[in-house]
């Protein structure tokens, strides 16, 4: 086996964490170890800046080292390193610079603290692996350093490429025009006075595609000032527009249900300053509403004199439907029209009777014909009386 295939067996199969940095120390190449323990995959890696791993109070060590870009080197160091799930993890890590071929060759093993449970490893990558089934990508704005970090999943929800890294304007510019302001205030709140959000908006992929997301953001405070916000993105398209859609078919149906109940006690202008009203069906207490609100509109727009009921229709009356009928009365009454009430047939009479039910002084006649004659008659008469 050749020394090449030797090398590439070792890195890839290594218990340590082992990387390729270029000059500047920005990732060529990491192995499984290291990305297992920090949980990137290595197309997030590739170009990213090694000290961009590193915790900021751990970082100027390894940021020193990378700007002596001339000569052989070697930095050890014990730090903090941003794991995936925005969480730390401690690692011991050695990088020494070969001047001949102008890399720099990583190599690290994570320090772990006592009492840390194992388990709780293994916890951390299905947890990432929850994320991506979840559809929820998570997001970083260090404030000291004006920087904005997306996840994974963050990139693909934006459908843009891996490792990009955009400024926090260029964040809130994917949002939907229509969103831009609230996404503003809610982050600028966020920074300012630390108040923490959770929104759905719609944002335009890199691709121009609309999409509905659940966003999140969680400011993290030192010494009473918002250092740090942690928050989160959740791809809710799908759940959403199923939402929009429940809510507009409900809305058609409500629109429906009042054009059904109108059609069932339809206002008619019989005569000039004439209105029937033919109720058909059960009337209980919404439909009264309804109904006594579209006749008084009726009598009020067509200053009618006579508002004619016609009961033939009703299935049923009961106490509570003769008190909705004597209400729908009173209500014409009070604005200056006269109540004629028609169709009350026999078994109707003796149920009103027995309930000891009345019209508040409406006329009470046997059919609608009748009720016209009255209405007609009478407004001769005041006609007459008039001229």
């Not at 299905?126 to 994974?152: C, H, P, S």
């Not at 990009?164 to 966020?190: D, K, R």
């Not at 993290?220 to 799908?238: H, K, N, P, W, Y």
């Not at 009356?317 to 209500?331: C, F, P, Q, Y």
Request: aromatic share 8%; hydrophobic share 40%.
């Amino acid at each position: 086996m050749s020394g090449a295939a030797d090398y590439e067996r070792f890195f890839r199969t290594s218990g340590d964490l082992l990387c390729v940095l270029d000059s500047v120390g920005r990732f060529l190449h990491a192995n499984e170890a290291f990305r297992d323990v920090l949980g990137y995959p290595e197309s997030v890696l590739l170009g990213a800046g090694f000290a961009r791993v590193v915790h900021e109070d751990d970082a100027a060590e390894a940021r020193a080292f990378f700007e002596r870009s001339e000569g052989d080197g070697s930095l050890r160091m014990t730090a903090r390193f941003l794991h995936r799930d925005l969480t730390y993890r401690r690692l011991s890590f050695s990088l020494r610079r070969a001047a001949e071929d102008a890399a720099i060759y990583g190599a690290g093993r994570e320090v772990v603290e006592a009492g840390i449970d194992p388990e709780r490893r293994r916890g951390d990558a299905t947890l990432i692996k929850m994320q991506a089934t979840a559809l929820v990508g998570g997001w970083e704005f260090d404030r000291r350093k004006n920087e904005l970090y997306w996840t994974d999943e963050t990139h693909r929800i934006h459908e843009v490429a891996p490792g990009y890294s955009p400024t926090v304007e260029q964040g809130i510019n994917f949002y939907a025009p229509e969103s831009i302001p609230t996404i503003t205030a809610l982050f600028a709140a966020c920074i300012n006075e630390g108040k923490p959000y959770q929104v759905e908006l719609q944002l335009v992929t890199a691709k121009g595609r609309r999409l509905w997301v659940r966003a999140t953001a969680q400011p993290m405070l030192e010494d009473g000032e918002v250092i740090r916000v942690i928050g989160a993105f959740q791809d809710i398209d799908s759940f959403k527009r199923r939402e929009l859609e429940l809510e507009e078919k409900l809305a058609i149906i409500h629109e429906q249900r009042s054009a059904i109940r109108a059609l069932s006690a339809p206002i008619i202008q019989v005569w000039d300053r004439v209105l029937a009203l033919p109720v058909v069906g059960t009337l209980d207490e919404e439909r009264a509403e309804e109904i006594t609100g579209r006749m008084l509109d009726a009598v009020m727009a067509s200053a009618a004199r006579y508002a004619i009921l016609d009961l033939t229709g009703v299935e049923t009356v009961d106490e509570g439907t003769a008190n909705h009928l004597v209400k729908i009365i009173r209500a014409i009454q009070l604005l200056g029209a006269k109540s004629i009430v028609t169709g009350i047939g026999p078994a109707m009479a003796q149920t009103l009777t027995g309930l000891g039910a009345g019209f508040a002084g409406a006329r009470t006649v046997s059919n609608l014909r009748e009720a016209i004659k009255i209405s007609m008659r009478d407004d001769s008469t005041l006609d007459r009386t008039k001229s």
